[in-house]
């Protein structure tokens, strides 16, 4: 594992930009065939992930996406519009670049997909090419680095299982796991879920302290298309999300363009 921080993080933007141009390759090759690109926006009331607030402002988030022979390949951002985060005696806007890579596997029993993600927070004013990790029990690089395993059920019971575990650039090692189950109502989806994180200290991401267990995110979601012509509908969200391990509660809309 020690290989793996070292040297793994350095050479995954690279990765990524092969992937892209592989990719991009086959497209001309094969127009299309078996590969999809993908590209759209998000505008949400709040950046809130795993009931963790970030920015405490609303937020566009713009992505592209590549998939091809069961790999995705995700560039997704988050940008603050109100500059909240104080940085050198100065307000500014949060923002965040994430980089998803993702191989899915389907079984007679469901869907395991492995996969790895790149977070870089720009308004820290760090250099993309930063890559170090943990130093005496410190985050000191630009990039942390997450890998996961992710299970989706059969048609027949489609529930959803993620294991989650923060490899790089974080000294509490944090270890995250959630499952949610859709439900449809007429018109309408609902996705339950329910999200438990283990940490060792209360100033990690999730405020777990003396390496517990604990609940830290829960709640519903509610998603729509609301119609606007016969040939246009615009996608809309309402989460409510409560920490139950912090006491906090969050209802974040969400419209997709």
């Known amino acids: 594992m020690n290989f793996f921080y070292s040297y793994a993080p350095k050479y995954l933007f ?25 590209t759209g926006v998000d505008i949400v009331s709040s950046y809130n992930w795993r009931a963790i607030d970030f920015g405490n402002s609303p937020a566009i988030q713009p992505y592209i996406a590549l998939s ?4 995705e390949l995700v560039g997704w951002g988050s940008y603050a519009l109100v500059a909240q985060e104080e940085r050198e005696g100065k307000n500014v806007p949060f923002s965040e670049i994430d980089l998803v890579l993702k191989y899915s596997i389907p079984t007679s029993i469901g869907t395991f997909s492995p996969g790895v993600v790149d977070f870089f927070y720009p308004y820290e004013n760090m250099r993309y090419s930063d890559f170090k990790g943990v130093e005496n029990n410190e985050s000191r690089g630009a990039h942390w680095v ?9 048609e027949s019971f489609p529930v959803t299982l993620t294991a989650d575990y923060a490899a790089h650039n974080d000294p509490d090692k944090p270890v ?3 499952a949610s189950y859709p439900v449809k109502i007429k018109e309408t989806n609902l996705s339950i879920f329910l999200g438990a994180a283990k940490g060792k200290d209360k100033t990690s ?10 609940i830290v995110n829960a709640g519903v979601t509610v998603a729509k298309d609301m119609k606007i012509t016969n040939e246009f509908s ?3 969200s309402t989460s409510f999300v409560v920490n ?4 906090k509660a969050f209802l974040v809309f969400k419209v997709s363009l």
Do not use: R, W
Not at 68 to 71: D, E, R, W
Not at 147 to 153: A, R, S
Not at 205 to 214: A, P, R, S, T, V
């Open 234 to 236: 615009l996608p809309l």
């Open 68 to 71: 091809a022979y069961n790999f």
């Open 176 to 178: 995250y796991f959630e």
């Open 14 to 38: 690279t990765v990524f930009l092969f992937l892209a141009l592989t990719f991009s390759n086959l497209y001309s090759q094969e127009e299309s065939k078996g590969i999809h690109v993908g």
């Open 205 to 214: 991401l999730y405020g777990i302290e003396d390496g517990k267990i604990g």
């Open 146 to 154: 997450n890998v996961n395993l992710t299970y989706t059920g059969p």
């Open 244 to 247: 139950p391990y912090l006491s």
